[in-house]
């Protein structure tokens, strides 16, 4: 059996502790997920990551983003107001 290791990478926080926080802002939620991940400890940097920010100032610039996605090893884009 081959073993490859996984690694989750988060992308935002819904949800904490049984509190929704789809009211709060992406920045707020991003905040807490960056803090949440920290929390975790040392032991886990390798296995739990936090989606790199891509900023779009336009659609057109999202659309390039979106085209460049597979020479990045992604399969697109999540897009977030």
Avoid: F
């Avoid at 920010?53 to 057109?60: F, P, Q």
Wanted: glycine share 8%; no cysteine.
């Amino acid at each position: 059996i081959k073993r490859h290791p996984v690694r989750y990478l988060a992308y935002d926080l819904l949800e904490d502790l049984g509190r929704d926080l789809r009211s709060h802002t992406l920045l707020e939620r991003r905040e807490r997920l960056i803090g949440l991940v920290r929390s975790v400890g040392a032991e886990h940097d390798q296995a739990i990551g936090i989606s790199s920010e891509l900023i779009a100032e336009s659609w057109e610039a999202a659309a390039l983003l979106r085209a460049r996605a597979p020479e990045l090893g992604a399969e697109g884009l999540m897009v977030k107001r």
